[in-house]
Each structure stands twice: as structure tokens, then as C-alpha cells.
């Protein structure tokens, strides 16, 4: 992710999300991507645990081929393996239907797969995410792949009918989210849950302290002045897309913005100091903006009237 | 501390001053947050884990100001994630599986399945219906037994076996071993189709019925074979042991695919999204106990049917189950499924 602020970025998969205090939240929803990604990580996964399970149970039973045998005999042994049978029948169950839920009713709302991917699950409705909804959605997951799946294993290639239903349920199932604006599944309608993406932004400096306290040391004869004229030019749009140039650390640009906004406004003193020029700019212009906006008067860009 | 200090009395700008006064409470609640999301919670320090909610409802007024006040997109753009984490972590699924497990035992799933009576209803008659198609097929052209009953090779249940041969099939098999490996199969093979009976009913239901129509026409089938032979009664005897468990669980996986079926088709004045999804976590309810009901069904087939070797101990069993389940279900008022809610007060 950029460093891009949230607001500017808008794409198509953004969402606004109400809490239950009432606060509006932006969200994205997951690409289809990520989960597919997602999923087949989860799958390598699930199949990598059921072969270990396999192999470790097989190795306490001493072998395949003396398995077999054992199981049909009545020996203290042959209880023994029994049990180690009815283990791994238990196991493949739950692997099958329990990692999901395992994962995803944990505190962080996703599975192993989910996780790498930096997406997770979340209530639809900006409720709690409740152990019903998790559980829903899962069970839906055995019809969406796991059943196709079997079915296309089992018809084989020869019967021609069974192939092509069990093709086009699969079908079906796996390019429900293409048909939605959410990218839901089917066990997400269900459930009424949907899949976000995680998100991580850090706290960047405040602009107007930090450096302006740096600049007061290094450089404190060079004071710049922009009068009500020279600010009300611009508008929000315009700040931001100022601070995006400040906050990041191309020269070039700021070089730039500087020749811009010096040509516009009528003033060439800021020669060889464009930095400090533009954020004595910048500052005096969210000052006067925020205050506009404590009296209820907002200019959202260069085009617009305060009003 | 000083230098925070210092830092807000030069800034020029009162949102820079109301973002230095207030970014300790941010930083701690992101502390908290990036501990809880790698699944530390036992790193968190007591005086943390309760001021969670807290400082969460601190940083979302934090955040409502600033959309007011601040033109400081950063500032904002983090407020607006680090709310988000912070709602992910206080509405994440708070109770502990062991909590809801008693919630959902003390009344919640009892009330869920009186919810859908409806559908219970329904898919009732459709599998008596079912039954007596299989049995009508059956008795028209005998040729249909084996398109309805899976072959198994080696089965002695075939049309034209003799009442000696079907009587050993249900009698005597006290002896056999491997009971408890083929009750985990059945187990796991039900827990299936129950799952799928349930999750077909996203089509609508109507998938949800038909297999349920075919389940029970099996079944039918298997009773005009035995009825042939004069076996009706002990065969139903041995059907009943895990049957009333069994086959009341695959009813009321129906059901609740037939509930979230007819949500969609019918959805009422609510938006179908809405009705969907209420009816999906209601069935969601209904189908854990479904599998808590076949692991019943598939200890009560693997070991007390071949314990049992008689007719009336076998209906004693069933019919004592059945009237548990019932009791249990429509009866019982426990809590009426408060519990599995908990955590908001009533």
C-alpha cells in the first residue's frame, strides 16, 4: 500500500461501513484475487495437515500393508489400530470442515491463507461477527467446492453428463463473486458476512509541527506571509494534493508545484527556498480552510465558492 | 512529555493541537490492537485489555472531529484505519467456542429449530412422501430396488432373497468387529449428506427436498424387501435404534435448507440480503446440532443396535430417543437462546 492517503484513493472496491457508535468508516472490500490467493493457500495447507496426520498415524500403526490385516483380527492390536482408524476418519472431517471454522472464529477473523493474503472477515451489517455467521458460511463452503470437487474426482472423464454437471456446478459456485458488487459468495450471502481487506497505515509526522519546528532552528530569518488574496485561490483538493507533494521527497516536484503556485499567486521570493516556501503556504492555507470549516464555509478545490 | 508539551504550544494550528493532545490515546490503542492481531492476547497488560473498548470509542469521536475539524489527510487516513482495526478486534467474534457451545446446548439451538417449524413441517411430508414413493416404485417393477439402493457387492438385500437370508441381515451381528470404525464412517458419510441437504438449499430448496425424497424412497424401498418377507416390524425395530436420531437429523438439515431457500424465493418487506442472512445463521444454529445428532445416530448404529439383538429392545431405544430429541426441542425453553448472545445485555 502507498502512502497514499485513504481518502485519495478511491478505487471501486471501496465501501462505507457504519459502526454501531455511528461512525462511517471506509472500507475496501477484497479483491478477488486475494482470495483466491487466499484459498489456495489454505487448501496446500489443509492438504499438507492431512498428509502429515496420514503419515504420523500410519507410522504408529507400523506400516500399510500389516494395517489392513491387523484391522480385520480380534488381537489387543488389531483394538488398537481401530482406534487409530476411527482417529483418522475424525481427523479428515475436521480438517475438511473445522479449519475454517477454527481460524476464522479466533480474535482475528481469518485463516493461515487470509492472513499472508491481509484480508479477513467482518459482519455485513458493522455488527459483531457472531459464531453463527462464521459457521454458515462454512458449511456453504462444502457445497461451493469441496462436493464439486469429489464429484468431478469420482465421474471421471468417461461419463460425459456427470463431468459436465459437476463442471458447471463448480462453475457456478466459484464465479459467484464475479456477479456481485461485493465479490460475495455464495456462503456470504448466507452468512451475512463479506471480506475486507486489512488495513495498515502509519502515523506520519504532522506537517505543519514538525517540520515548521525544524525550519524555525535551521533557517529563522526567512519568515513567509500569504495574505487572505494569495490563500483563497486554492482549495481542499489542493492542499492535499500540496501535502503529497511535501510529504514525499522528490525534489523535482516541488520544484514544480512551487513555479505553479508562485505564478498563480503573483510572488517569486520563495527563489532557492521552494520548501519552506510551500509549507508556510500550506500551513496558512489549512488554517485558513479549517477555520472556514468551523464556521461552516468549505471550498472543496480551486473551482469552487466558499460557501 | 515536556517535548509534547512544547510541540503543542508552538503548533500553529489548533487540528495540530488537537492531534498532539490526543495521540497518546491513538499510539496505545494501536498498541493494543497490532498485539491483539498477531494473537498475543496474554502479552497485553491488565489495565490494557479492559481499556480496549474505551479507547476504541475514544479514537472514533477522535476520528468524527477530526472529518470536522482537520484537513490533515494523514491524520485522518490513519484515524480512519486504526478505527477500523480497532472495530475488527472489538466486534470480532468475542465468546470462546465453549461459551457458545453452552449457550447453544442451554437453549439456543432448541429455539432455533422451533423457529423453522415451518420448514420442519414441510420437509416432514415431503419425506413421507418420499417413503412411499420408493415403496410404490418398488412394488410396480422390482427392477427400480436397484436404481434407488446403492449395490454393494456380496448384499444379500436384493429382491427375491430369501426371509432367512434378509433376517440375517439384521439379526446376529452382535459378534462382528470393526463396529466402532464403520460407526465413525457412517458418521462422517451422514455428517455429509446432511450438510449437503442443508447447503442446497441456497437453490432455492428445492435440491434440498429432492434429496431428501430420494433418501427417503431408499428407504421405502428397503421396507417393501423386508415387508415381502414378513420382516416389517423387526426391520423397523432395527431401522428405529439409530433412526429416530438419524433420520430426524437429515430432516432437519432439510429443513433449514429449505428455510434459507424460501428467505430467498420469499424475503418478505426485509431486502432479500437481509432475510437471507438472518435465515442462514438460524439454519447455521439448527446444523451444528445436526451433527451433534449424528454422532448420536452413528454411536447408537455401531454399538447398541449389534448389542441389542432383539425387536422390542431396539424400539425401546429409538423410541426413547425420539422423545428426548422431542422433548429437547420442543419442550424445553432454557434460555431461549439468550445465552449464545451473551455479551449484549439484555
Known sequence: MTAMPTRLRRSSRDRVLVTPEGIALPVTVASRGARAGALMLDLVFIFLLILGSTMALFSIAGGASAFMREVESDTAAGHVLQFIFIVWIVILFLFRNAYFLFFELGPRGATPGKRLAGIRIAARDGGRLSAEMVIARNLLRDVELFLPLVFLASAGVESGAAWLAATGWFLIFMLFPMFNRDGLRAGDIIAGSWVLERPRQKLEAAMSVARGAQTAVAAPHRKYHFDDAELAVYGEYELQALERVLRGKRDQSIESVYQTIAAKIGRNDGWNDERRFLEAYYTQLRARLEAGMRMGRRKADKFSDEG | ?346
Open chain 2, 1 to 346: 512529555m515536556t517535548a509534547t508539551l512544547d510541540a503543542i504550544e508552538s503548533a500553529a494550528l489548533r487540528s495540530d493541537r488537537f492531534r498532539l493532545e490526543r495521540e497518546a490515546d491513538w499510539k496505545r490503542l494501536e498498541a493494543i490492537v497490532t498485539r491483539m492481531e498477531k494473537g498475543r492476547i496474554r502479552g497485553i497488560s491488565d489495565e490494557d485489555l479492559p481499556a480496549l473498548p474505551g479507547l476504541y470509542r475514544t479514537v472514533a469521536s477522535s476520528l468524527s472531529i477530526a472529518r470536522e475539524t482537520s484537513l490533515d489527510a494523514a491524520t485522518l487516513a490513519y484515524l480512519e484505519a486504526l478505527v477500523q482495526r480497532a472495530w475488527f478486534v472489538v466486534y470480532g467474534p468475542r465468546t470462546s467456542l465453549w461459551e457458545w457451545f453452552r449457550g447453544f446446548l442451554g437453549g439456543g439451538w432448541s429455539a432455533a429449530v422451533r423457529a423453522i417449524w415451518v420448514d420442519i413441517l414441510i420437509a416432514f411430508a415431503v419425506m413421507v412422501a418420499g417413503t412411499a414413493v420408493g415403496w410404490l416404485l418398488v412394488s410396480h417393477d422390482p427392477e427400480w430396488y436397484f436404481a434407488l439402493v446403492p449395490k454393494q457387492f456380496g448384499d444379500a438385500r436384493v429382491p427375491g432373497a430369501s426371509a432367512e437370508a434378509l433376517k440375517a441381515t439384521i439379526f446376529g451381528n452382535s459378534g462382528q468387529n470393526g463396529m466402532s470404525v464403520f460407526a465413525a464412517q457412517l458418521f462422517s458419510n451422514n455428517a455429509q449428506v446432511s450438510i449437503l441437504a442443508f447447503a442446497l438449499g441456497f437453490a432455492f430448496g428445492v435440491p434440498s427436498l429432492l434429496l431428501l425424497v430420494h433418501n427417503m424412497a431408499v428407504l421405502g424401498a428397503m421396507l417393501w424387501l423386508y415387508n415381502g418377507a414378513g420382516l416389517t416390524t423387526d426391520f423397523a425395530g432395527w431401522i428405529a435404534v439409530h433412526g429416530t436420531t438419524e433420520i430426524f437429523a437429515i430432516l432437519l438439515a432439510g429443513a433449514a435448507g429449505l428455510h434459507i431457500g424460501r428467505s430467498l424465493a420469499f424475503p418478505g418487506r426485509r431486502p432479500v440480503l437481509q432475510a437471507t442472512a438472518q435465515a442462514g445463521r438460524r439454519a447455521a444454529l439448527v446444523m451444528a446440532g445436526v451433527v451433534l445428532m449424528l454422532v448420536v445416530a452413528a454411536l447408537l448404529e455401531g454399538f447398541a443396535r449389534q448389542l441389542v439383538d432383539e425387536t422390542a429392545g431396539r424400539f425401546a431405544i429409538g423410541g426413547s430417543m425420539l422423545l428426548i430429541w422431542l422433548g429437547y426441542f420442543f419442550a424445553f425453553r432454557g434460555n431461549d437462546g439468550h445465552a449464545a448472545s451473551r455479551d449484549t445485555p439484555r
